[in-house]
């Protein structure tokens, strides 16, 4: 079975999705983002303040490179897995599933979250919206297919992407 990389804004839900699907499946389960901290050994906001994002997102690619070689799994990648131009080729390794959410669900999912640095001088809401549009080329140039997690439970979306999954594996 071709690996499964759920791509999307942050808190679109891949991680917890991305668990789910990985336990129905029995597929093993990676976060590029836990990967990232365990490379660089600091959290992610550390990364961002002593190294900057453009080495974040070289670690990001480190990570995905790796992963991408393994066989049977369930990949929640960073939001922003889609700037770097060589992470398409990676990612085109397996099956990668759009999550996406309005802004207010997003809003609503992690403005109390201080393991996601800003990306903007920008205030959180706004923030979203802008990244939503800035990306979302990029994230229609990677996906095979997309979800809106908004208004489905955790669960729900892990059916509905199984279903898709399962259904381009085959054709695959």
């Known amino acids: ?10 808190g679109t839900g891949k991680t917890a999705i991305g668990k789910e699907i990985a336990k129905l499946l ?14 660089a ?3 992610i906001p550390q990364i961002f303040e002593s190294e900057g994002q453009e080495k974040f997102r070289a670690y990001e690619t480190s990570v995905l490179k790796s ?4 066989e049977n ?16 080729k990676l990612l085109k390794t397996g099956i990668v599933c759009l999550l996406h959410s309005d802004p207010k669900t997003i809003y609503n ?12 001088d920008k205030d959180p ?8 549009e800035q990306r979302k080329e990029l994230y229609n140039k990677a996906k095979d297919f997309e979800i809106d997690s908004s208004k489905m ?11 898709k999954y399962n259904t381009l594996n085959i054709k695959n």
């Open 73 to 88: 799994y369930v990949i929640s990648c960073g939001g922003g897995i889609i700037t770097k131009e060589q992470n398409f």
């Open 125 to 132: 809401f706004e923030e979203i919206v802008h990244m939503l």
């Open 67 to 70: 992963v991408s070689k393994k």
């Open 26 to 39: 029995k597929l093993n389960f990676a976060d590029t983002d836990v990967l990232i901290v365990e490379l």
């Open 41 to 43: 050994k600091k959290s």
């Open 109 to 120: 999912r992690i403005y109390n979250d201080k393991n996601r640095p800003p990306l903007t």
């Open 153 to 163: 439970s955790v669960k729900d979306c892990a059916n509905l992407i199984i279903e």
């Open 1 to 10: 079975m071709k690996n499964l990389f759920l791509i999307g804004y942050r």
